[in-house]
T-cell receptor, first 113, second 109 residues
Framework: SQTIHQWPATLVQPVGSPLSLECTVE??????LYWYRQAAGRGLQLLFY??????ISSEVPQNLSASRPQDRQFILSSKKLLLSDSGFYLC????????????FGPGTRLTVL | QKEVEQNSGPLSVPEGAIASLNCTYS??????FFWYRQYSGKSPELIMS????GDKEDGRFTAQLNKASQYVSLLIRDSQPSDSATYLC?????????FGAGTRLTVKP
């Protein structure tokens, strides 16, 4: 069965510091992968998605970037965090059944101070 | 602007009652529709998918889709306190998934 991991689970960072969040998927090959951010009391905002190694599409222009160095690894980064980057970061993979179902990892809660 | 709208709630129902959650969407080309359950502090969990007009039942959950009215709903029968969570509606058109902000449901014992 497929599983998705994210780390760290929680993170507190000062404004201006760098960021690296990692997501890995097990039990599937060449999945579509997604990074979302959920701000308090708001819906999920799609940040990036990837259909394969090295292929990244950005949905929202901002100070974040994403990379996919391996088939089942998706990384979210920033060189300098802003206060507005605080939120719950969720990685998701798309099921292979053709129904566009997405399954989420446990998430990383980021607080920028 | 493609939107998915949900009543934020909170929706409060007594244990054993039917909870009815509603969602409207603006993109007429949407093809896939989903309900996720999100417990406080946790990530969303997929509970229902629906692709064609009508009802789809899975245990105590029934999803209803009306594409003409651009409306999707989730019914939870015999609601339990463990169903207390935020329910997110999601709508997909050509791999573009849009989420509503969610409806918070409280089931009171």
């Amino acid at each position: 069965s497929q599983t998705i991991h994210q780390w760290p689970a929680t993170l507190v960072q000062p404004v201006g510091s760098p960021l690296s969040l990692e997501c890995t998927v097990e039990g599937t090959s060449n999945p579509n992968l997604y990074w979302y951010r959920q701000a308090a009391g708001r819906g999920l905002q799609l940040l990036f998605y990837s259909v394969g190694i090295g292929q990244i599409s950005s949905e929202v222009p901002q100070n974040l970037s994403a990379s996919r160095p391996q088939d089942r690894q998706f990384i979210l980064s920033s060189k300098k965090l802003l206060l507005s980057d605080s939120g719950f970061y969720l990685c998701a993979w798309e099921g292979l059944g053709g129904g566009n179902e997405q399954f989420f990892g446990p998430g990383t809660r980021l607080t920028v101070l | 602007q493609k939107e998915v709208e949900q009543n934020s709630g909170p929706l409060s129902v007594p244990e054993g009652a039917i909870a009815s959650l509603n969602c409207t969407y603006s993109d007429r080309g949407s093809q896939s529709f989903f309900w996720y359950r999100q417990y406080s502090g946790k990530s969303p969990e997929l509970i229902m998918s629906i692709y064609s007009n009508g009802d789809k039942e899975d245990g105590r959950f029934t999803a209803q889709l009306n594409k003409a009215s651009q409306y999707v709903s989730l019914l939870i029968r015999d609601s339990q306190p463990s169903d207390s969570a935020t329910y997110l509606c999601a709508v997909n058109n050509n791999n573009d998934m849009r989420f509503g902000a969610g409806t918070r449901l409280t089931v009171k014992p």
